[in-house]
């Protein structure tokens, strides 16, 4: 069985033994649920949109867009107020996944 790191070794080994392997029925399971949900009510899922956002680096004036040049706080962060001033960054990371793309 391999370890992580063997003596004298300069790179940590991938150690397959470390990932749980996946529970089929269990996964199936679960998306049937997911299915059965959705159809009767509206699904709040939350997914890796914040960290898709922050690939884009904005600055206080990326978050502000012309439209809250003049406000008086700090807007950057404000993920939220992105669909108003950068509604094509909020678009791109809600379509990384290819199921959902337009």
Same mark, same amino acid.
Do not use: K
């Given at each position: 069985?391999? %370890? +992580?790191? &063997?003596?004298?070794?300069?790179?940590a080994a991938a150690v397959p033994y +470390?990932?749980?392997? *996946? &529970?089929?029925?269990? %996964? =199936?399971?679960?998306?049937?649920?997911?299915?059965?949900? !959705? !159809?009767?009510? $509206?699904?709040? $899922? /939350?997914? !890796?949109?914040?960290?898709? $956002?922050?690939?884009?680096?904005? &600055?206080? =004036?990326?978050?502000?867009? /012309?439209?809250?040049? /003049?406000?008086? %706080?700090?807007? %950057?962060?404000?993920? &939220?107020?992105?669909?108003?001033?950068?509604? /094509? $960054? *909020?678009? !791109? =990371?809600?379509?990384?996944?290819?199921?959902?793309?337009?």
């Open positions: 069985m391999p %370890r +992580a790191l &063997d003596a004298g070794a300069r790179h +470390a990932v749980t392997p *996946v &529970d089929v029925q269990a %996964r =199936a399971e679960r998306q049937r649920r997911l299915h059965e949900l !959705a !159809a009767q009510r $509206i699904l709040n $899922i /939350d997914g !890796a949109m914040g960290t898709m $956002i922050q690939r884009h680096r904005l &600055d206080e =004036a990326g978050y502000r867009g /012309d439209r809250f040049v /003049d406000y008086g %706080r700090d807007l %950057r962060g404000n993920n &939220d107020l992105l669909t108003l001033t950068r509604p /094509d $960054i *909020v678009a !791109a =990371a809600g379509s990384w996944c290819p199921r959902h793309r337009r």
